[in-house]
């Protein structure tokens, strides 16, 4: 990526990367208004209200929406 340098394997998950750098974020988060570039971002993010948690740190027993 130009803009940070991060490294991808594929063009097309570069030109999805290069639109977080945009200001168009289009997806808002209904539960908090945090907005993303793409829809999968926010689906991704919206697993964090979620109230399981299936993902335990195996040091502190802490749980995680993902993994």
């Known amino acids: 990526c130009p803009a ?3 490294a991808f394997a594929d063009s097309s998950l570069l030109a999805k990367h290069q639109r977080t750098h945009r ?4 997806f808002a988060c209904p539960d908090c208004g945090k907005s993303f570039s793409t ?3 926010l689906l991704r993010h919206r697993r964090t209200h979620l109230p399981e948690k299936p993902y335990r740190c195996g040091e502190c027993g ?3 929406s993902q993994f």
């Open 4 to 6: 940070c340098g991060k």
């Open 23 to 26: 200001a168009e974020k289009t």
């Open 39 to 41: 829809s999968s971002y």
């Open 62 to 64: 802490r749980g995680y």
